[in-house]
């Protein structure tokens, strides 16, 4: 067990080496340090308590809130107040400057955090757990070194799965490193860990100082009543029809109302598709845009459905509290199929009809 968790904290070291320059040089240091005080700990705990670590993938790797608590006593760390610190973005998830505190990837995802946020780590010792808040957005500063492929579909050759394409707002597109055309080759660690077939759509992140670190971040997870991303000979038809067929009825109208949609960015213009289909318009919002925009996106809409499981907590509170404000009428729903969407709308604008 020992030897496993080294083997990891040794990618990550060799990922922060990947990333020095000049400028982080200080930076990069105290993370080196903080792994080899890590290492030091690990070989000092009892096995029965490294069985727990492994169980619940306490690693990078970790798709839970759980993290074992680590005492670091560091100097010079950057806080706005005591207890918050500015969030470091790696390969997956990120960790809090100063501190010896990962986050995991999913709660990158689910709070939409970009490199320099700042966050607030709070322990609850009965569950042996972390739980964050996004106190404050920083400046938007993306990490340089890191890169990432969202929506990147896989592919079999010979005995490999890879990523060569993406999907940009439903287009299949090639994937370019310094414009020049590439081909990542997914690992099998990863292959495993999310039994990635071909067929699947991927979010994966490499350094730019060397590609070979790509690793997947995320695999997106299809309804069982919405067809599963077809091999990628599917997408290289153009007049292939969409994965999902529209097959509800024309009947129901939206009345040229304009509707906005927030989450599920890849959907974007299916949803735009159905709800034209339907004489409405549509908007579209991720969540994560700053309060101003957002506010006058609700603002222009005479209905809002927030797609809870695609979008950060952040973004759908924002959201909510703009609807009251300029009472818009406003609903969410959990499934991203066509059929969930128009029958939230078509209620939405229904019961605000009524209430009229």
Not at 111 to 133: A, C, Q
Not at 175 to 180: A, C, L, P, S, T
Not at 234 to 253: A, G, M, P, V
Request: proline share 3%; hydrophobic share 35%.
């Amino acid at each position: 067990m020992k030897t496993i968790l080294l083997e990891k904290i040794k990618e990550e070291m060799a990922e922060s080496i990947a990333t020095i320059s000049f400028e982080n040089i200080k930076e990069s240091e105290q993370q080196i340090s903080d792994y080899l005080q890590l290492v030091t700990l690990i070989d000092k705990l009892p096995l029965r308590f490294l069985d727990s670590l492994i169980l619940n993938k306490i690693e990078d790797k970790m798709e839970s809130h759980e993290l074992p608590i680590v005492e670091s006593e560091v100097e010079d760390t950057e806080q706005v107040e005591e207890g918050v610190y500015k969030f470091n973005r790696k390969l997956r998830g990120g960790h809090l400057e100063g501190t010896n505190i990962l986050v995991p990837e999913s709660i990158t995802r689910q709070l939409i955090l970009d490199h320099g946020d700042i966050i607030k780590p709070s322990y609850n010792p009965h569950t042996e757990r972390y739980y964050f808040e996004l106190i404050k957005k920083g400046n938007r500063v993306v990490n340089p070194e890191r890169q990432q492929v969202s929506y990147g579909i896989v592919e079999k050759e010979s005995s490999m799965l890879l990523v060569s394409t993406y999907l940009d707002n439903g287009s299949k597109r090639l994937v370019k490193v310094d414009e020049n055309l590439h081909t990542f080759i997914l690992n099998q660690d990863d292959i495993l860990e999310f039994s990635i077939e071909p067929g699947d759509i991927v979010d994966i992140a490499y350094y730019s100082s060397n590609v070979k670190t790509v690793r997947v971040i995320y695999k997106y997870h299809i309804e069982e009543h919405e067809n599963r991303p077809m091999p990628s000979t599917f997408y290289k038809t153009s007049n292939k029809k969409s994965c999902e067929e529209d097959d509800l009825t024309d009947s129901i109208t939206f009345d040229n109302k304009t509707v906005l949609v927030v989450g599920c960015e890849p959907r974007q213009t299916t949803y735009q598709t159905a709800i034209e289909k339907r004489n409405g318009s549509m908007v579209w919002a991720s969540g994560n845009e700053s309060l101003d925009r957002l506010e006058r996106l609700v603002m222009k809409a005479d209905a809002v459905v927030m797609i809870t499981t695609h979008m950060s907590h952040y973004g759908s509170k924002s959201t909510v509290k703009f609807c009251k404000e300029h009472n818009i009428p406003f609903t969410s729903i959990e499934s991203r199929g066509i059929k969930s969407l128009v029958d939230a709308i078509t209620n939405t604008l229904t019961h605000e009809k009524e209430s009229a």
